[in-house]
């Protein structure tokens, strides 16, 4: 969200505002926080933007132009929070700080101030503006007419400011919703012209970009490297997008460049594809009401860090379609688990291990504290402590080679091997020179101080020079609690204090009651009147101010100096450091993997190169979980095998239908992950691509009614889905006429089996999509059990070959606490309609002859009908139970049903 540019010209302007004028025309699109005191203030309308924001004050500071200026501001130790909420809301705040220290400025010019860096939503490191479970990405998007012959292509490349990462990517327009569906940038650097969807609210002011031979040059001297190539190959647009990304954040951080590391270029192969759509039918990491709670990912998640929740997030977030990268990971979760004393050790270690590659980030820009250099220190002890547990485990298993066996339902049953490879890299980062380690923990105090300037955030005893200002410093700090007694008994006032004014400095506090009484002792100087007393000062109280002011500046610009050597000792290790977290992080997401399948009904899925997908008793991990202690989860097979690809699924609202859709789908993302599955068992054909139509919306904002919504995305499927991916789509065609929904139901059902032929759930109401099976030999339907009992029905939520008799849906209005006459005319209307053959006017009834324009009963439309009239053959056909007859008690009905009608006729004649 860009800030207001309702600007005034700066003529005029007294000094202080020309230089926020100064500071406002260099950022234009941001609200500038104008550092004044111990406030940030904003003015004209950034101040009335923030104030509504902010939901704080809005006020005024003096003229301009002969107006007054709006104005509101916020306390300087509260900023973080302030900014936090500014952020989310997609602002961008530059942040405009004193230059200069009020203390030791001479002259009357006002203090010197300057932009020091524009926080925005992709460049965040502080904690309280993240989220510590999730990414922050900045994404640089720029076309590249090169990528492939005959189209455009796209150069992607996201960074992380507060942990370093840096990637990138080449990819086809097609391809892009996909990829912001996967990364959920925070920021967007792209192109005027580049269309982004839903994402445009998180684009950034244009940046230009560079041509081609100037971005490799440039990214090359970033990293002080001679060709970009080093790092690997990547496109004319992955080098534009990367620099532009690298460009934008020096900008925002004032020309200070963070610790990144080096680009890496990833590709879009390799990687399960789900659009934003796809993604959020399935709730994998945020919930339809925006929250996280019951997502896929809060279900799955027994990680202990942040890093670590970080990337298992990443894990679902992109999935893999190589089966031996899936089972590596899979084999590292087998193996963490077999040593219950080991993996006890390992996880007690990973709970004492701070983010550190967040804290790094944040030294790495100046805006660390000591808390953040003893997030290292404690970081490289939990590092320690981890590699220890994992070696021990594996000098136990060290004469074991065999591979574990894959007991059917089982997570690394049998005998152990050595650590699988990603494990013995991770054994290899944890092992860091104990030299740093031991530094820090020697420097710093424990618990650190939040901020330097709070003070002790060095131990005493690590630096004699620290400890000698200290020394004097406190030593006048007793000579003043002396000199306040000696006051208060010579002049008689017991109450009397001496306290510390920022501006005054040390000062002489007295009540009210005794103020005019001090007045007349000479040698006090009255330097403020207040409502409940006055501040006063003497020679000697000014002298003592002078001398503990000097020793404690001293002492705090040695404490600088010292913490800024621990800084820069601890970043020329900052490789070391970041290959130390990644680590940490990855021994979290595996030992979380080993920590969901301990309760034994989550299984190993078998991952391979075929067409396979069969699930045995599979069950929806984020339902079961919500049903926990409450009700028994119902699972279900599925089985897509290559002559039976396509599963048409009918039953009634309320049956299950959505729920074994998703939770198939989501069977395939955790399998991809390389993570459990919740089932006794499943064989799983790598998927490419992953398409979840269930639940469609409307999308009022963009102008588009729920069935457009839902041909839009019906339209995505059948240009993007191929042989090898898996499709699950519900009631496709309901938004429109019953006749329009069931023809195109009909021929998208044809294409996804026919032209397409890609794994496919099909849900539907329409059931007579079920004849199709004679025509379409991979189409077999199946049904949602439903049971009628003492004419209620009961939702047996298990899904048998066959198809729906009836939709049931007056039955489920009827649960859902339709009134009871507003039933029975469904009833009534439903039955007619049975009658004349289906939709109004179908085999050529007559509309009038239905009983859709006679009015409802009078009696009917009561809350409590009174006693009505009926004749003996309406009650009769009342009676009568069609669904429990047999042939012959049919026939036998009618007869008496003819002989009834043929009763008036007779007494006519």
């Not at 006429?737 to 026919?754: F, K, P, Q």
Request: hydrophobic letters at 45%; proline letters at 7%; a neutral charge.
């Amino acid at each position: 969200m860009a800030a207001s540019s309702r600007t005034p010209n700066a003529a005029g302007a007294t000094p202080a505002m020309a230089q926020w004028f100064a500071a406002k025309e260099a950022h234009p699109d941001a609200l500038v926080f104008f550092r004044m005191g111990d406030f940030y203030e904003l003015f004209f309308a950034d101040a009335e933007a923030a104030a509504a924001a902010l939901d704080i004050a809005l006020t005024q500071r003096g003229e301009h132009d002969g107006r007054p200026i709006p104005m509101c501001g916020v306390p300087q130790h509260a900023a973080e929070a302030y900014l936090a909420r500014l952020i989310r809301r997609g602002f961008r705040v530059a942040v405009a700080e004193q230059m200069e220290d009020p203390k030791t400025r001479t002259g009357k010019a006002p203090l010197r101030r300057g932009v020091v860096r524009l926080v925005t939503p992709g460049t965040v490191t502080e904690e309280a503006l993240l989220e510590a479970g999730r990414a922050n990405l900045l994404l640089g998007l720029a076309q590249d007419g090169r990528a492939k012959p005959g189209h455009d292509g796209i150069g992607a490349a996201w960074l992380d400011v507060s942990t370093g990462l840096f990637e990138t990517a080449a990819l086809t327009p097609a391809d892009l919703p996909s990829l912001l569906g996967r990364l959920e940038p925070a920021e967007i650097l792209a192109p005027a012209g580049l269309p982004l969807g839903e994402w445009d609210g998180k684009r950034a002011p244009e940046v230009a970009p560079s041509p081609p031979l100037v971005a490799r040059r440039r990214l090359a001297e970033t990293f002080g490297v001679a060709s970009v190539d080093a790092f690997g190959s990547f496109t004319d647009g992955e080098a534009i997008a990367a620099l532009m990304a690298v460009d934008y954040v020096r900008a925002t951080q004032a020309g200070t460049m963070p610790h990144l590391a080096r680009p890496s270029p990833q590709g879009q192969t390799g990687l399960l594809a789900m659009d934003a759509a796809t993604r959020a039918s399935l709730e994998i990491h945020r919930a339809r009401d925006g929250g996280s709670l019951h997502t896929l990912f809060a279900t799955v998640q027994r990680t202990l860090t942040p890093a670590g929740a970080r990337l298992l997030a990443t894990w679902l977030a992109a999935p893999l379609t190589a089966p031996a990268a899936i089972a590596a990971r899979q084999d590292a979760g087998a193996w963490i688990g077999t040593e219950p004393d080991a993996a006890s050790r390992r996880r007690t270690a990973l709970r004492s291990a701070p983010d550190i590659a967040r804290a790094q980030g944040r030294l790495s820009v100046g805006r660390g504290g000591p808390r953040d250099l003893a997030a290292l220190r404690d970081g490289l002890r939990a590092a320690q402590a981890a590699e220890a547990a994992l070696r021990n485990t594996a000098e136990n298993t060290a004469g074991n080679i065999a591979p574990p066996p894959l007991a059917e339902g089982g997570w690394g049953e049998g005998t152990t091997p050595p650590p699988p490879a990603p494990l013995q890299t991770a054994a290899s980062a944890l092992h860091l020179d104990p030299l740093l380690e031991q530094s820090l923990t020697a420097a710093l105090a424990d618990p650190a101080p939040h901020r330097l300037d709070d003070g002790n955030a060095i131990k005493p005893g690590f630096d004699a020079e620290l400890d000698a200002e200290r020394a004097l410093r406190d030593d006048s700090r007793r000579v003043l609690a002396t000199l306040q007694l000696d006051y208060a008994q010579r002049y008689g006032v017991a109450s009397l204090k001496i306290r510390h004014h920022a501006q005054l400095g040390y000062v002489i506090e007295a009540p009210a009651a005794a103020v005019e009484e001090l007045r007349g002792f000479p040698e006090l100087t009255l330097r403020q009147g207040m409502a409940n007393g006055a501040r006063f000062t003497t020679p000697e109280l000014s002298d003592l101010d002078r001398r503990i002011s000097e020793a404690g500046d001293r002492a705090a610009a040695r404490e600088r100096a010292v913490f800024a050597h621990l800084v820069r000792t601890a970043l020329g290790h900052a490789d070391a450091l970041a290959c130390c977290a990644d680590a940490l992080a990855a021994l979290d997401a595996v030992q979380s993997a080993a920590k969901l399948a301990e309760s034994g009904t989550w299984c190993r899925p078998k991952v391979t190169d075929e067409d396979a997908f069969l699930v045995k008793s599979g069950r929806h991990p984020v339902v079961e979980a919500a049903l926990a202690g409450h009700a028994q989860f119902v699972p279900n097979d599925c089985d897509l095998s290559p002559d039976q690809r396509v599963l048409l699924l009918t039953g009634p609202n309320m049956a299950g239908k959505s729920t074994y859709l998703r939770q198939n789908a989501l069977i395939a993302v955790l399998a991809q992950a390389g993570l459990p599955v919740p089932a006794e068992s499943a064989t799983i054909g790598v998927v490419d691509r992953l398409f979840s139509r269930v639940g469609a919306a409307d999308d009022l904002a963009r102008g588009r009614s729920t069935f457009m919504v839902e041909m839009t995305e019906t339209a995505a499927i059948l240009h993007q889905a191929g042989p090898r991916s898996l499709v699950v789509v519900d009631e496709i065609g309901r938004g429109t006429a019953t006749l329009d929904g069931l023809a195109i139901a009909w021929a998208v059902l044809e294409a996804l089996h026919s032209a397409i032929r890609c794994r496919t759930i099909f849900a539907t109401h329409f059931h007579e999509l079920a004849e199709l099976a004679d025509r379409l030999p991979r189409l077999k339907p199946h049904t949602m059990r439903v049971k009628e009992w003492k004419k209620a029905v009961v939702f047996l939520h298990e899904v048998a070959a066959g198809a729906a008799g009836r939709s049931w849906g007056v039955h489920v209005a009827e649960l859902a606490g339709v009134p009871a006459p507003v039933v029975r005319r469904a009833a009534s209307l439903l039955a007619a309609l049975e009658r004349h053959g289906g939709p109004l006017g179908a085999a050529g009834a007559p509309l009038t002859a239905l009983p859709l324009f006679a009015a409802a009963p009078v009696a009917e439309q009561q809350e409590a009908p009174s006693p009505r009239k009926t004749d003996p053959l309406t009650d009769a056909i009342l009676a009568l139970e069609p669904d429990r007859m047999t042939p012959r008690d049919a026939l036998d009905a009618l007869y008496r049903l003819k002989a009834m009608l043929a009763v008036p006729d007779a007494a006519a004649n």
